[in-house]
Structures are given as structure tokens and as C-alpha cells.
DNA sequence: GTCTATAGCCGGATAGAC
DNA sequence: GTCTATCCGGCTATAGAC
């Protein structure tokens, strides 16, 4: 009845919401099915396998976030400047796509054949973060703090908007870019 | 030939490492029984059932976190104080029981009886939290943005812990403690 | 306390009619 | 493009021997 690429995309936006609540293991193709209100063997008309659904949802988000942070360390602007795009780019990132966001950060690991591909991805980004941390601090711009430690901190509070940003029916966007780029880089304490 | 007590400690233990690494759905009764070096059917002699397992984990950590916070807000200090306490509490519970803090932020949602017990504890430990943010933000001592923000903010950097500390061999948890309090609540710009 | 064997159910995926 | 029917393998859990 619906068109394959009107349904595909149905079929993935669908199955990221359920995998968001209970994980990709414990979705079942015919809990997917009934959500998308069709038959199981239905759904192998527009997607492959299961693990092919959790792969598109992830790699479609994976590679934009590989590609924006190389943009903003070729940015000719100093560190507290390109952690603030950081975190402007984890809000659009994460409220253009919320549950795809929570199969990045929690399927990660049911990924089959593109396993290594995704660990790559993952690890440039945190290169690329770490290069922006790093220099900031040999500039005197950031704390002389452990950069591990003030990595991690970042990171995963960024990692966990996907957590968050769904419950904002109104989100204002630029005013959360504002308010949590305060909080990460200048702290809370008056 | 091991001690039902022994024998279902090092079940627990195991148990909460694999659904770390692959999430409570997708490690298998013969996983976990492989893991310990028996066959799935012995485990059955010690515990009841695949789900008794992910509650006693859970709910040892749980509630944990509810007697210290309610110890923390008893305390007659300021905000900043009871707030470092916060942090310092979540870095000894994590580094106590890291595999045990994953399956409490990641597999909650797969307990079946006592998922509204979890969802009580869960509730009344933001609440807690919320409180000591509030009345830092009317003396004064916290600054004015979104108190909803600033606890999203905060404990998701907590809460992710579990992923950080076990990766450190030799934890220096009185350094760890002071050096995530300064960046949490002072900021990480100079 | 551990084993082998197996019950009974549910998982992903395919075949073929309409 | 969706359906019914079904394969077959893997799942949790139990029975009963040692």
C-alpha cells in the first residue's frame, strides 16, 4: 500500500524508538511490526535484517558527527569557541534525531559486519575532541586539569542529551546552546 | 563442589560484567554459565530465575544511592559541600561495583515485579538532588540558569561513571573526587 | 552441586498466494 | 506490498541421575 521509501523510513524511525526503550536485543521483529502496523514477513519487503535496521539508524548519525567536528577544528577560532560549536552540534545532532542517538550510544556494540567501522568513527571523534582540549590548555585557556577526566565530563553530558532533549516539547534551541555552554565551560558555583 | 554462597556471589559478579558489555537481553543463561565455568542448568541452584539475578544487582546499588543522599541533604552545610559529597559518593559506589552500576543506568528497564520499587527509588534520589540545587540557587551560591539543566547536566556526568573508572588501574579516588568536583562545579575554562 | 536431556516457547527469516 | 504458514535454531527453565 505505502511506498518502500515512505515505509523504509517509517520502518527506521520506528524501530529507533523501540530500541531506545528496551534495546536492540529485546526488540523483536514482530514488535516492530506491530508498532508499524503491518505483518513481520512484511517488513522484509523494505529492509533486509534486523541487524541492517540498526546499522542504517547508526551510521546515518555517526558519519555527520565524524564529519562536523572535522569542520570545527579546521574552524580559525580558539578553544572556547570550538567547544561551544561542539556542544551546539550535539543539540542539533540529538534534537534532529533523538532515539537514533540512543542506538548510537547504547547498540553500538550489536553491530556485526560494521563493528570496526563504527570504532573507527568513534575514535577519530574523540581524537579530534581531545585535540581541541589539548590545545586549549597548552594556550592557557582551559584548566590544567587531568584532560581525561575533562573529557569524559564533557562527553557525557553531550552523549546523554538524547535522554533529555525528547522531554522538551518547546525546546529553544540557541537558549540551550547558551545555558548548557555556561554550565560545561564555566561551571555552576556563582 | 564451590559453596552456594560463594558460588552465587561470583554468579552475580559475572552476571553483571557480560550485561555490561552486551546489555541484560542479549547474554544468555549459557553465556553466564560458561562465564563462570559451569553448565546454564547448575546456575539454577543458585538463584531463581535470569531476572532475580538483574533485580539483586540493581537493588543493591539502589538503594545505596537513596541512604546517602538522604545523609547528604541531612548534613548542615552549604550547597557546594553537599554537592561534592554527591560526587564523591558516586565515585566510590562506582568504583565499589562498576559492573553493577551499568546494569542500574542501562538494564532497569527489563526488571519485571520491581520495576515501580526502581522507578521510586530513581524518582525520590532527583528529588533529593533537586532539593540541594534549589537551595543553592536561592542563597545565592549556584548560579541562576535552568535548575533543570544543571541537574541534567551534572548527573549525567555521574551517571556515566561506570564507563570511565574501571578503564583506570590504579584509581587515585581522593584526586578523582576533587578533580571532577573543581571541573562540575567551577568549569573547565581558566 | 553439577551434570545430561529435554520441554515448551519465541526468535529471525523465507516461501509462496493474493 | 502485505499476507498466512512455517522452518529451524536458540532461549529459559525443569526433571532426574550421580
Redesign the pocket.
Known amino acids: 500500500?505505502?511506498?518502500?521509501k515512505d515505509?523504509k523510513a517509517e520502518i527506521l524511525q520506528t524501530a529507533a524508538l523501540l530500541f531506545k526503550q528496551k534495546g536492540y536485543s529485546a526488540?523483536?521483529?514482530?514488535d516492530l511490526a506491530d508498532a508499524v502496523g503491518?505483518?513481520?514477513?512484511?517488513l522484509?519487503?523494505?529492509i533486509n535484517?534486523?541487524?541492517q535496521i540498526l546499522s542504517e539508524i547508526i551510521f546515518a548519525i555517526a558519519e555527520d558527527f565524524t564529519e562536523g567536528i572535522e569542520e570545527i577544528v579546521a574552524q580559525e577560532t580558539n578553544a572556547q569557541a570550538k567547544l561551544k560549536a561542539v556542544v551546539a552540534q550535539h543539540i542539533t545532532l540529538t534534537a534532529d534525531n533523538p532515539y537514533g542517538m540512543a542506538a548510537l550510544n547504547n547498540d553500538w556494540m550489536h553491530l556485526e559486519d560494521r563493528l570496526e567501522y563504527y570504532l573507527k568513527l568513534r575514535n577519530q571523534y574523540e581524537k579530534r575532541f581531545r585535540e581541541i582540549v589539548l590545545n586549549g590548555q597548552q594556550s592557557g585557556q582551559l584548566k590544567n586539569v587531568s584532560h581525561e577526566i575533562l573529557l569524559f565530563s564533557v562527553l557525557s553530558t553531550l552523549r546523554n542529551l538524547y535522554l533529555w532533549i525528547p522531554r522538551k516539547a518547546d525546546l529553544q534551541k540557541e537558549k540551550l546552546i547558551d545555558d548548557l555552554s555556561e554550565i560545561l565551560l564555566q561551571g555552576v558555583v556563582q
Open positions: 500500500m505505502k511506498q518502500t515505509r526488540v523483536t521483529m514482530r503491518i505483518k513481520a514477513a512484511s522484509y519487503n523494505h535484517s534486523k541487524q
